[in-house]
């Protein structure tokens, strides 16, 4: 009698075994996206050789583009680093009458070359420039197609071989020229058909740079030479 009065009682059911589990039901194992090419290896054989064919079918796609891309990058990057023309093409600039007015504060005597036919001056003026910075008479001439040249003067006793190389960092030197006296160092864009001519006269270092053709560049440079020292200031 005692024995039935202090039996335990036997345990009660969990609520998982009551109701169930709470977590609800499984999702199945979500795999990552794959590309087609990634799908075509995973059909085959590591170190196969359909592996590899796969691998040159689907990939090489992806090399050429990165490589198009890269040149790209290269040809933007050499249009921004070689020199052109400043100012706006379309306006005209009396690039004598400039001359004029600046040729007092110049430390050397400025060259104001004549223009081929056709040709304009778009921009004209005197101050620092280059690497390092040395103070520059520059005028820019274009014509009515795609042609352009630039002078750029500069005192020859103030100015490093530094300033003129900072402007041909992406020219290659090709030979000589004899243009109004005055033997210039004749250079050619190594990623364009840019031209530039490198010389001294009067004292003065004379950089000119122009597109495509040697004719209008010599011409300007011939003239430069002939004209240093032609400008009438009022004093």
């Known amino acids: 009698m005692n024995d039935q009065q202090h039996a335990t009682p036997p345990p009660l059911p969990s609520s998982t075994a009551r109701y169930g589990g709470l977590a609800g039901p499984e999702r199945p194992h ?4 794959l590309f087609p090419g990634e799908k075509a290896l995973a059909r085959t054989k590591a170190g196969s050789r ?5 691998i040159r079918r689907h990939y090489n796609w992806v090399n050429m583009a990165i490589a198009l891309l890269a040149c790209l990058v290269l040809v933007l990057a050499a249009l921004a680093l070689a020199p ?18 600046v040729q007092p504060e110049a430390g050397f005597d400025l060259a104001v070359p004549g223009m081929p036919e056709g040709w304009h001056a778009n921009a004209a003026s005197f101050g620092e420039g280059g690497t390092p910075p040395v103070e520059t008479w520059y005028v820019s001439w274009v014509d009515g197609d795609d042609g352009w040249a630039s002078l750029r003067q500069t005192d020859a006793e103030e100015t490093p071989d530094a300033w003129a190389e900072s402007y041909l960092e992406e020219f290659a030197e090709t030979g000589e020229s004899d243009l109004g006296g005055t033997s210039f160092t004749r250079f050619e864009g190594t990623d364009s058909t840019d031209k530039a001519l490198l010389g001294e006269a009067e004292g003065t270092v004379l950089l000119l740079v122009g597109a495509d053709e040697w004719g209008p560049l010599e011409e300007y440079a011939a003239d430069s030479v002939q004209s240093i020292g032609a400008v009438a200031t009022d004093d």
């Open 30 to 33: 979500e795999e990552p996206e």
């Open 84 to 101: 052109r023309p400043e100012g706006d093409i379309t306006r005209e600039v009396d690039y004598g009458a400039v001359a004029q007015n």
């Open 50 to 54: 359909e592996e590899m064919r796969v």
